[in-house]
């Protein structure tokens, strides 16, 4: 008996809402200008050597690392080491292929490095070396309890990372659509 009253007042409820202007009780959206062209700024490749910085007296600034392939994510250990992930966009798809290759002669997409670096700043030159390759564009790192985290594009891998070491192969812990 309870369950046809309340079905009962569904109808009726439904009945009502339904014959009702909703539209009217809802804010008009602001009269906004029409959209204008696209304006994409293009990133400059600059050389380290056309680099001319200025700084406070105070500061001083110097050239810890040169050379690398489209750093994108820099994580400082507790240790006070460095690890870099290098990546870049190679295509996107469904993206008309004029258009890939017209980005690839900027310098915009082409191959990615796809790799890990670890930068041991414990002696007088620094030193860099390659921990992991054969990533999906990794971008994202975390450091935590002696594992080591790597975002991917479709997926977060998991590596054992004892004495700032990668121990075995890395266990995906989730996929990612991409």
């Not at 110097?62 to 392939?69: A, K, T, V």
Request: no cysteine; proline share 9%; charged share 20%.
């Amino acid at each position: 008996m309870k369950e046809s009253y309340v079905l009962i007042v569904t109808a009726f409820f439904m009945s009502i809402t339904i014959g009702r202007d909703l539209s009217a009780n809802t804010p008009q959206p602001p009269n906004l200008p029409a959209v204008g062209p696209t304006v994409i700024r293009l990133p400059a490749l600059i050389k380290s050597k056309d680099i001319n910085l200025s700084v406070p007296e105070e500061f001083r600034v110097d050239l810890l690392i040169d050379g690398l392939s489209f750093p994108r994510w820099l994580l400082a250990l507790p240790n006070g080491d460095l690890l870099v992930s290098q990546s870049r966009t190679e295509s996107l798809p469904g993206m008309p292929e004029e258009t890939v290759k017209l980005l690839a002669s900027m310098n915009i997409f082409g191959p990615s490095p796809n790799n890990i670096l670890y930068i041991d700043l414990q002696k007088k030159e620094p030193k860099v070396k390659v921990i992991l390759e054969n990533l999906n564009q990794p971008f994202g790192m975390l450091y935590l309890n002696e594992e080591l985290f790597i975002a991917n594009t479709d997926s977060i891998i998991k590596y054992d990372f004892k004495g700032y070491n990668i121990q075995g192969n890395g266990k995906r812990i989730i996929s990612l659509p991409a």
